[in-house]
Every structure is written in C-alpha cells, then in structure tokens.
C-alpha cells in the first residue's frame, strides 16, 4: 500500500509538471481537479489494501535503482543543459523514472512494475521524438506520466 501511495504523490508531482504548461485559468482547473483525483485514488488504495500483507523487500536491489535513477538524472540534466537541449529535460527523466522501475521489479518482483517501466517509457520517448514545442513536451511527459502512474496505483 505504501508504494502505492508514494506512486500517486510522484503522479500528483508530474501533473502539477504537466499543468505547469497551461495557460493560468486552465493550470490551475486541472491542478485542482487531478488533486481531487489523486485524493480519492489515495482513498481508494488505502481501502483496498487495508490488510494486505507487505512485500518482502529486496533492498540491494531497491537501493541500486533509487541511486542509479538520481545519477542518471543528474547527468542527463548537465548533459542537456550543456548542449542547449533543456527543452527535452522532463521526457528524459521519465524514460530514466521509467527504467528505475526494472529496478524496483527485482526488488519486490511485483510485474506490475514492468508495466508501469512500459507505460512510462514508451509515452516519454514518444514526447522525445514528436515534433512538437517545449510547452506541449512539458505538458504531454507531465501529464502522460501522471496518468500511467494513477493507473497503476489504483490496478
């Protein structure tokens, strides 16, 4: 239940990321409504698994992917920023959230996070490669990425 709950705060986090795109009258109308969302998913999650019993965690494993993705984040910003591409930061670091994932199936062997790595990887690498302008690549990674991590939390 945990880790549901902390994918639907990181869900909440991209979806703030992709409002933040929006003109002022819309940003915050989805802000608050994916707020709401988020807030029964949370109370939906807590119910269900009220109970449940805990996955035994391998944390070699969990500790790897959690550093391995802050590194990989790091660099990836200074190595955009370098060559003037800042404009693909968000898409990149949801390919790079979404490969942490692989990591965290092998923590918990839990396949629901192959699906959640998929889902976030593929519609970030889509917002890579689309031709669009940097306020629909924030808006596109952001909220793509909200929606694939309220899915699985609530699946």
Same mark, same amino acid.
């Given at each position: ?17 992709? $409002? #933040?795109?929006? $003109?002022? &009258? =819309? /940003? ?11 807030? %029964? ?8 698994? /009220?109970?449940?019993?805990?996955? /035994? ?31 693909? @930061?968000? &898409? ?5 959230? %979404? @490969? ?16 959640? #790595?998929?889902?976030?990887?593929? =519609? ?17 990674? %952001?909220?793509? #990425? =909200?929606?694939?991590? @309220?899915? #699985? $939390?609530?699946?």
């Amino acid at each position: 239940m945990k880790g549901r709950l902390i994918g639907l705060g990181f869900g909440l986090l991209w979806l703030i990321v992709g $409002a #933040s795109a929006l $003109a002022a &009258p =819309s /940003r915050w109308i989805v802000v608050a409504f994916g707020a709401a969302l988020y807030a %029964g998913g949370a109370a939906i999650v807590v119910r269900r698994h /009220r109970g449940v019993p805990r996955i /035994r965690m391998r944390w070699g494993y969990y500790i790897a992917a959690v550093a391995a993705e802050i590194i990989a984040i790091a660099a990836a910003q200074a190595w955009l920023q370098q060559r003037g591409l800042g404009d693909l @930061l968000f &898409p990149v670091v949801g390919v790079i959230v %979404g @490969l942490h994932f692989i990591g965290l199936w092998a923590a918990m062997a839990h396949r629901r996070f192959l699906w959640l #790595s998929g889902g976030l990887v593929a =519609s970030n690498f889509a917002t890579l490669i689309l031709p669009l302008a940097t306020p629909q690549r924030i808006m596109m990674s %952001g909220l793509g #990425s =909200s929606l694939i991590l @309220l899915g #699985s $939390a609530l699946a």
